[in-house]
């Protein structure tokens, strides 16, 4: 697969340089477009890859990423929707894998030029009416006439996407749960039915997409999405969506950033364990059976090369520091502007005059790929987008991320019998559990920060991210309280916490805050017992989104959390597009939050009166791992390779598989799950007596702590 990669690759760096050094972004263009030909004529994908590729051998932590290509480029993949037709049950159809911009090479250039479109998106979706090559050959036969219009030639040729309204009016009488229940079916797509050169990737099952602008099934968002789906027991719909992200597992050898050609080179922040924690609480222990080949698939395309990686290289995802410590970054296998941003992209590339336009492409690429596109996280000056260095840094939640994967693995195949494998991945995760203690935490500051891994040392930037150890119950029980002095500090603000401490006019920094970290934090900081300041951010979070409605009538992808006044369009907004509406996770989150603090969401929906709703029943947590489905399943094993602990001692694997039950403790905030792999006669105190950081199970993530 790999070699079937890289010669993927070798024609895709044929054309990946569409901007030379310093030039401006017209002379980029028009560039892009006299060099398109030659570019489509000899890009080729590979018959067997997703159609990316990683073209950078691993590369030195002391120097700059360099590019190789090995083998001669294959032939084109005729028809790639056979694998979704099977299961759509439907005819085949043709479809180039390969992103638009490479192709239609030249002529996607020459429209990106043209700037047809307000938002670019809207062009990256658009359908040909036939093959890229023969479009290509219609267009060279064409440009040169005297009276060549690309926009006529656009008009003529292409099938603009057909989105869905999702704007939406309040009914007479509406609350803001009758909103989130009407727009489950604003949002909801049926199973996508194969059409010829289109960008989308189908999809066999319904699925709920988030709104405004993404017309498509993305990956992180689904999570917080399902969120909502699992509270208000939409388990079908819930089931089918997770189903479709193993489809495409099982077709691209990961889950792509969207479902979309153009995204197959990248993926997101890998949440599939956490969607099938999700599944498991409702299915039971069969869920985690049933999606193991994924979840393995899904580790496997995270940590390529590690076995290789030698000491201060980088290869694709990962990252070997000089001690031996394996990290993982964010990445794109390729290195040209960005389909649905093309314009923007070769415009900052312009900007950046002392950097080669691939790296640029490149950084912004796994940029997007991080979810946060984009954050002075990711800017080497904290302000300014042409200085994104993405690839440099060690982001906190994809290294946390990757545990709670290792865990999920470790449970799957101690189910299957597999006792090796799971004492495997066991150990990985207490492995990289230390790791993400160690690597990420700042003492000084009192947070986890990203790591760059060029500089040896952590970033600058307070993030809301800083709750994901807590969110995944990675920190040890003095990082948490930390954590949350650093929060109440820095980042909390009148209407929740804020995504950073910077503000650099970027979507994802201050004053904006977004329904995922709100979430996790809230979730993080109940997992040690820090309730009060969960509950504080949960409703000053509620307050805002609810109050938000109440003036306009709809929920928004993010929120001005900074000021003290409520804005109909949730405020300044930032970043590379308008406020979308919808917002499949605002929906999801906000809906987890009012069933965990009624008495909260009470007082808030009494001051917004239009919002207001009969009270829901709160919905009790429970544990993904011991969860048994509608049909009793067999009780799930115990771990054999030991719960990882926030502080405690790992049990040996004959300890764990000695009994399958949990013991349950109870403290202020609510039941909690104890170690399985611990007899009671081994743990005499009394959870009160217990200190907290030993009662923490890193190695059960729950959806749904109790507040």
């Given at each position: 697969?790999?070699?079937?990669?890289?010669?993927?690759?070798?024609?895709?760096?044929?054309?990946?340089?569409?901007?030379?050094?310093?030039?401006?972004?017209?002379?980029a263009?028009?560039?892009?477009?006299?060099?398109?030909?030659?570019?489509?004529?000899?890009?080729?994908?590979?018959?067997?890859?997703?159609?990316?590729?990683?073209n950078?051998?691993?590369?030195s932590?002391?120097?700059?990423?360099?590019a190789?290509?090995t083998?001669?480029?294959?032939?084109?993949?005729?028809?790639?929707?056979?694998?979704?037709?099977?299961?759509?049950?439907?005819?085949?159809?043709?479809?180039?894998?390969?992103?638009?911009?490479?192709?239609?090479?030249?002529?996607?250039?020459?429209?990106?030029g043209?700037?047809?479109?307000?938002?670019?998106?809207?062009?990256?979706?658009?359908?040909?009416?036939?093959?890229p090559?023969?479009?290509?050959?219609?267009?060279?036969?064409?440009?040169?006439?005297?009276?060549?219009?690309?926009?006529?030639?656009y008009?003529?040729?292409?099938?603009?996407p057909?989105?869905?309204?999702?704007?939406?009016r309040?009914?007479?009488d509406?609350?803001?749960?009758?909103?989130?229940?009407?727009?489950?079916?604003?949002?909801?797509r049926?199973?996508d039915?194969?059409?010829?050169?289109?960008?989308?990737?189908?999809?066999?099952?319904?699925y709920v997409?988030?709104?405004?602008?993404?017309?498509?099934?993305?990956?992180?968002?689904?999570?917080?999405t399902?969120?909502?789906?699992?509270?208000?027991?939409?388990w079908?719909?819930?089931r089918?969506?997770?189903?479709?992200?193993?489809?495409?597992?099982?077709?691209?050898?990961?889950?792509?950033?969207?479902?979309?050609?153009?995204?197959l080179?990248?993926?997101?922040?890998?949440?599939?364990?956490?969607?099938?924690?999700?599944?498991?609480?409702?299915?039971?222990?069969?869920?985690?059976?049933?999606?193991?080949?994924?979840l393995?698939?899904?580790?496997?395309?995270?940590?390529?090369?590690?076995?290789?990686?030698?000491p201060?290289?980088?290869?694709r995802?990962?990252?070997?520091?000089?001690?031996?410590?394996?990290?993982?970054?964010?990445?794109?296998?390729?290195?040209?502007?960005?389909?649905?941003?093309?314009?923007e992209?070769?415009?900052?590339a312009?900007?950046?005059?002392?950097?080669?336009?691939?790296?640029?492409?490149?950084?912004?690429?796994?940029?997007?790929?991080?979810?946060w596109?984009?954050?002075?996280r990711?800017?080497?000056?904290?302000?300014?987008?042409?200085?994104?260095h993405?690839?440099?840094?060690?982001?906190?939640?994809?290294?946390?991320?990757?545990?709670?994967?290792?865990?999920?693995?470790?449970?799957?195949?101690?189910?299957?019998?597999?006792?090796?494998?799971?004492?495997?991945?066991?150990?990985?995760?207490?492995?990289?559990?230390?790791?993400?203690?160690?690597?990420f935490?700042?003492?000084?500051?009192?947070?986890?920060?990203?790591?760059?891994?060029?500089?040896?040392?952590?970033?600058?930037?307070?993030?809301a991210?800083?709750?994901?150890?807590?969110?995944?119950?990675?920190?040890?029980?003095?990082?948490?309280?930390?954590?949350?002095?650093?929060?109440?500090?820095?980042?909390?603000r009148?209407g929740?916490?804020?995504?950073?401490?910077?503000?650099?006019?970027?979507?994802?920094?201050?004053?904006?805050?977004?329904?995922?970290?709100?979430?996790?934090?809230?979730?993080?900081?109940?997992?040690?017992?820090?309730?009060d300041?969960?509950?504080?951010?949960?409703?000053?979070?509620?307050?805002?989104?609810?109050?938000?409605?109440?003036?306009?009538?709809?929920?928004?992808?993010?929120?001005?959390?900074?000021s003290?006044?409520?804005?109909?369009?949730?405020?300044?907004g930032?970043?590379?597009?308008?406020?979308?509406?919808?917002?499949?996770?605002?929906?999801?989150?906000?809906?987890?939050?009012?069933?965990?603090?009624?008495?909260?969401?009470?007082?808030?929906?009494?001051?917004?009166?239009?919002?207001?709703?009969t009270?829901?029943?709160?919905?009790?947590?429970?544990?993904?791992?011991?969860?048994?489905?509608?049909?009793?399943?067999?009780?799930?094993?115990?771990?054999?390779?030991?719960?990882?602990?926030?502080?405690?001692?790992?049990?040996?694997?004959?300890?764990?598989?000695?009994?399958?039950?949990?013991?349950?403790?109870?403290?202020?905030?609510?039941?909690?799950?104890?170690?399985?792999?611990?007899?009671?006669?081994?743990?005499?105190?009394?959870?009160?007596?217990?200190?907290?950081?030993?009662?923490?199970?890193?190695?059960?993530?729950?959806?749904?702590?109790?507040?």
């Amino acid at each position: 697969m790999t070699r079937q990669r890289l010669s993927f690759s070798h024609f895709l760096l044929l054309g990946a340089s569409l901007v030379v050094l310093g030039a401006s972004s017209e002379a980029a263009m028009a560039q892009a477009a006299d060099q398109g030909q030659t570019a489509a004529q000899d890009t080729q994908a590979s018959p067997t890859s997703s159609g990316a590729a990683p073209n950078a051998r691993p590369d030195s932590a002391e120097g700059a990423a360099s590019a190789q290509a090995t083998g001669p480029a294959t032939g084109p993949r005729e028809t790639v929707a056979s694998e979704a037709a099977q299961s759509l049950h439907v005819a085949s159809v043709p479809q180039d894998l390969r992103s638009p911009s490479i192709a239609m090479g030249g002529l996607f250039a020459a429209i990106g030029g043209a700037h047809l479109a307000p938002d670019f998106k809207t062009i990256a979706d658009s359908r040909p009416d036939e093959a890229p090559a023969k479009l290509l050959q219609d267009w060279e036969a064409q440009r040169k006439h005297p009276d060549f219009s690309i926009k006529a030639f656009y008009a003529q040729h292409f099938s603009p996407p057909l989105r869905r309204d999702v704007s939406y009016r309040r009914k007479a009488d509406e609350n803001i749960y009758d909103y989130i229940q009407g727009m489950w079916g604003v949002l909801t797509r049926q199973p996508d039915k194969p059409m010829a050169y289109s960008s989308l990737l189908p999809l066999p099952y319904a699925y709920v997409v988030p709104g405004g602008r993404f017309s498509e099934l993305y990956y992180w968002d689904t999570y917080f999405t399902m969120i909502g789906l699992y509270e208000t027991g939409q388990w079908d719909l819930l089931r089918g969506m997770i189903k479709d992200m193993a489809s495409l597992i099982d077709r691209y050898g990961h889950i792509p950033n969207g479902t979309r050609t153009y995204y197959l080179s990248r993926s997101e922040p890998p949440f599939f364990s956490l969607m099938v924690d999700l599944l498991a609480q409702h299915d039971g222990q069969g869920a985690y059976r049933d999606f193991l080949p994924e979840l393995q698939k899904e580790y496997d395309y995270w940590m390529e090369g590690a076995d290789t990686l030698k000491p201060g290289q980088a290869y694709r995802h990962l990252v070997r520091l000089s001690d031996g410590t394996l990290l993982l970054r964010h990445w794109d296998d390729l290195d040209t502007p960005r389909d649905e941003s093309y314009p923007e992209d070769v415009a900052t590339a312009a900007r950046a005059s002392t950097r080669a336009p691939s790296e640029v492409y490149r950084d912004l690429r796994a940029g997007s790929e991080t979810g946060w596109d984009f954050s002075s996280r990711w800017l080497a000056d904290g302000r300014t987008l042409a200085t994104i260095h993405t690839t440099d840094l060690a982001p906190i939640e994809v290294n946390c991320l990757i545990v709670h994967l290792e865990q999920t693995l470790e449970h799957g195949y101690a189910l299957t019998g597999q006792r090796k494998l799971a004492r495997l991945y066991g150990q990985r995760a207490d492995e990289r559990t230390a790791i993400v203690r160690r690597i990420f935490w700042n003492d000084e500051k009192g947070a986890f920060y990203d790591y760059d891994w060029r500089k040896g040392q952590s970033t600058d930037v307070l993030s809301a991210a800083t709750a994901m150890p807590l969110f995944l119950r990675l920190a040890s029980q003095a990082q948490a309280l930390a954590v949350a002095d650093t929060i109440q500090a820095r980042l909390l603000r009148a209407g929740g916490i804020m995504a950073t401490d910077h503000e650099s006019g970027q979507q994802w920094d201050a004053p904006n805050g977004w329904a995922p970290e709100e979430w996790m934090a809230i979730k993080g900081l109940n997992n040690y017992g820090a309730s009060d300041l969960g509950e504080t951010i949960a409703r000053r979070w509620m307050a805002r989104v609810i109050g938000t409605y109440e003036k306009s009538g709809v929920l928004l992808e993010k929120y001005d959390v900074e000021s003290p006044e409520i804005s109909a369009t949730g405020g300044k907004g930032g970043g590379e597009y308008p406020m979308q509406v919808g917002f499949g996770w605002t929906n999801g989150t906000l809906l987890g939050l009012m069933r965990r603090y009624p008495g909260d969401t009470a007082q808030i929906l009494k001051h917004n009166p239009l919002a207001n709703q009969t009270p829901i029943d709160v919905l009790p947590p429970s544990d993904p791992y011991s969860a048994v489905g509608p049909q009793v399943s067999p009780s799930a094993p115990a771990k054999p390779a030991g719960d990882v602990e926030t502080g405690g001692s790992s049990v040996t694997s004959d300890k764990a598989g000695s009994s399958a039950s949990e013991k349950t403790a109870s403290g202020k905030n609510g039941p909690e799950t104890a170690d399985p792999g611990k007899a009671a006669s081994e743990n005499p105190a009394t959870p009160q007596e217990k200190p907290l950081d030993q009662r923490v199970p890193t190695a059960k993530m729950t959806a749904y702590q109790p507040s």
